[in-house]
């Protein structure tokens, strides 16, 4: 019998829309224009002459092939955060950026979270981890790809995704990452809780803990995280499933766009 396998994307898509704070701008040539801009494009750059050259009309079907100029930030859509993005030094030592992750932790064993219940700007704590890790009956292995489904992934496009939604502590991560695991995904706007929240808490306090503690324990501990994950609900089970995350190649820099799947 045939060994049935199901793909799930648990990325978003990368759109000119108000998904994401910083701009993302995409410059399209369609195929109907894309003819006429080669043609303006190999005359300024003097290709043509008495002996070369063609129209516009002369392509099959005048339509040209797609093209896209794309303009964004690294952190822009589903993407993972390399140590470099947390500090210039992790453990030490130069913090790794994105082309330098090690694939071998890009693809293996996901474990899924349940930590629906946290609420507006609540932090998750090391004890929401160790219930949730309770609740499913497992213990965390090396390399693990922990998931933290918070549901807030279903507020994508409201001001709610940017400014409320739960955070994880440096102990919850922490408490993940003494496990040998790697990467962990989280389905919100970003991994520390909302900027808003940070910055209120500091102005009370003057604390400087406050700032992203969990992207500052990767100053300590060498790990990287998923930020923007979509569709965690679509994974049927807790475990028995593998994670798939390897970002866009860019050299020296903190983060890159990743197709994130769940392989069932
Ligand atoms: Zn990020």
Same mark, same amino acid.
Do not use: L
């Given at each position: 019998m045939k060994m049935q396998r199901q793909i799930i994307d648990l990325s978003i898509s990368l759109e %000119?829309?108000?998904? %994401?704070p910083q701009k993302v701008a995409i410059k399209r040539i369609d195929h109907k224009n894309g003819t006429n801009v080669l043609v303006k494009e190999l005359e300024e750059l003097g290709f043509f002459n008495d002996k070369i050259r063609f129209e516009a009309k002369d392509i099959p079907d005048n339509e040209f092939l797609a093209n896209e100029m794309v303009e964004l930030t690294t952190h822009c859509g589903t993407h993972l955060d390399a140590p470099y993005h947390f500090g210039s030094i992790c453990e030490g030592k130069k913090a790794r950026t994105i082309d330098n992750i090690p694939l071998d932790w890009c693809y293996n064993d996901g474990v899924l979270l349940d930590l629906t219940y946290k609420g507006a700007c609540e932090l998750i704590t090391d004890l929401d981890i160790e219930r949730a890790l309770d609740n499913i009956q497992y213990t965390l292995k090396p390399y693990d790809i922990v998931l933290i489904k918070t549901g807030y992934d279903r507020f994508l496009g409201t001001n709610k995704y940017f400014a409320e939604h739960p955070g994880m502590s440096e102990e919850a991560t922490s408490y993940i990452c003494k496990f040998g695991v790697k990467i962990i995904g989280i389905d919100t706007f970003g991994f520390d809780l909302p900027f808003k929240t940070m910055v209120n808490e500091f102005s009370q306090t003057k604390e400087k803990k406050h700032f992203w503690p969990a992207h500052l324990y990767g100053r300590k501990k060498e790990y990287c995280h998923i930020e923007r994950l979509v569709n965690l609900d679509s994974i049927p089970q807790p475990v028995g499933f593998k994670v798939a995350c390897f970002p866009i190649k860019i050299a020296n820099a903190g983060a890159s766009w990743t197709r994130v799947v769940a392989i069932i």
């Open positions: %000119e829309t108000k998904n %994401e």
